[in-house]
């Protein structure tokens, strides 16, 4: 009885995941045209507003692990959540860019910290503390329908209903997400940390050692690469060689391919183990952006969604699960929280260096030469972690 009620706590907080991602985060891309023009400032402007979210939301879940790690579920899901929401639809009623964003950055940086995966995985692994593997991939198998669900849906809101009454619906749909997640969370994780660190404590803590130093290193050039490739990818394809159209179909047939890299990835690290798995999609991100590179043709733009769709779906789960192995359970959710920061950095860096090379060269194709050098420091950090991993292996032998 208690494993199927901690089911339906993971799967609420997929549904969670799903409507928390699909609101600011891929709701952006559907919606920021209007906004534009309904707020008389260009894509620039809002793409430093998105940027500045992305920041604040990463930021902001250094603290709400703090609250995770002292179990304290209805002011996560009940309160803080619902008021981001609750934030993101006053932001519509804004008639003045400069309220807007303001607005906009502190409801989306609410919503990252409050219902992204750098909560809903720590939260997972103590409601699955029997299988944090099965959780993990459990809810990133939910995750993976976030971005084909939300952007149909918030494209058609916006197209019969306008962008404001888009942005309200889906933040009265995230309030319902929030406090179902949290009704059934409730009760489930009973073990509190009494004393919790500071999130600077805990944060010097993630990397006092070469191989934690390592691990976070990866997780930020890793999320380096595959921020430039998702931004990056259409236009590199239409320079390829593919019209826009064919460039857009391959790109959302990728996204579909994040499930290729959850479903099967149980039994996949039951036999290879999530370090090694970790590896090779770090790998897969580099050898896709070669093939991004001569995507002008049909069949090698497909490898391209097939291999970088399987390596980052699989990521998603597997950064979790081997910050599981290595990271202070005591702490977990904080010092989780703030790998993701640090990841979250580098997903916002990434596209504007390489915005800066595309820009001083000249060429596109720039940008997955950028993302094949970051995905390769990232698999080269991996190989420095293990090894430093397997030493402390055989001294505590």
Same mark, same amino acid.
């Given at each position: ?6 089911? !339906?706590?993971?799967?609420?907080? =997929? +549904?969670?995941?799903? *409507? ?8 952006? &891309?559907? #919606? ?19 940027? /500045? ?56 940086? =609410? ?13 997972? *692994? ?7 593997? !099965? ?10 329908? /976030? ?9 058609? +809101? ?21 406090? =179902?997640?949290? %009704? ?27 191989? @934690? ?9 890793? /999320? ?16 390829? &060689? ?14 579909? %391919?994040?499930?290729?890299?959850? $479903?099967?990835? #149980? ?5 290879? &183990? ?10 897969? *991100? ?5 093939? $991004? ?42 010092? #989780? ?19 800066? @090379? ?6 596109? =194709? ?12 990232? *698999? ?8 430093? !991993? ?8």
């Amino acid at each position: 009885m208690r494993l199927k009620s901690s089911v !339906r706590a993971v799967d609420a907080l =997929g +549904a969670l995941t799903i *409507v928390a991602y699909g609101t600011w985060f891929y709701g952006f &891309g559907v #919606l920021v045209g209007d906004v534009g023009d309904d707020l008389g400032v260009g894509v620039g402007a809002l793409g430093v507003v998105y940027g /500045s979210t992305t920041l604040a939301g990463g930021i902001g879940a250094m603290f709400v692990g703090r609250l995770l790690d002292q179990v304290r579920l209805d002011l996560i899901f009940l309160w803080l959540g619902p008021a981001a929401a609750a934030t993101y639809a006053i932001a519509s009623y804004a008639s003045n860019f400069f309220v807007f964003a303001l607005l906009y950055v502190v409801a989306g940086g =609410g919503i990252a910290a409050t219902g992204f995966y750098s909560v809903t995985q720590p939260l997972v *692994v103590q409601l699955r503390s029997d299988d944090p593997t !099965r959780g993990i991939t459990r809810l990133t198998i939910w995750g993976a329908f /976030s971005s084909p669900i939300a952007i149909p849906l918030t494209e058609l +809101a916006r197209d019969t209903t306008g962008w404001r009454t888009a942005v309200r619906l889906s933040a009265a749909l995230l309030v319902v997400a929030y406090v =179902g997640a949290g %009704l059934l969370a409730r009760g489930r994780v009973t073990s509190a940390v009494r004393s919790p660190a500071k999130v600077w404590t805990v944060a010097k803590e993630t990397t006092a050692t070469p191989l @934690l130093r390592s691990y976070v290193a990866g997780a930020f050039f890793s /999320s380096m690469a595959v921020s430039v490739l998702l931004v990056y990818q259409v236009q590199t394809m239409k320079w390829a &060689g593919l019209s826009a159209a064919a460039a857009a179909s391959f790109a959302g047939a990728r996204g579909l %391919l994040q499930l290729l890299g959850r $479903l099967p990835l #149980l039994p996949l690290v039951d036999r290879f &183990g999530s370090w090694k798995l970790q590896h090779v999609c770090r790998g897969g *991100v580099a050898v896709g952006a070669v093939a $991004l590179l001569f995507s002008g043709r049909s069949g090698i733009a497909i490898v391209y969604a097939i291999v970088v769709g399987t390596s980052a779906g699989a990521l998603s789960a597997l950064d979790g699960m081997v910050g599981h192995e290595i990271l202070d359970h005591k702490h977990f959710a904080t010092a #989780l929280a703030f790998v993701g920061f640090v990841a979250t950095v580098g997903s916002a860096t990434g596209p504007i260096v390489a915005g800066i @090379l595309v820009q001083r060269l000249g060429s596109v =194709g720039v940008a997955p030469g950028f993302v094949i050098v970051s995905a390769s420091v990232a *698999v080269g950090a991996q190989f420095s972690a293990a090894r430093h !991993r397997g030493r402390a292996v055989i001294t505590n032998v």
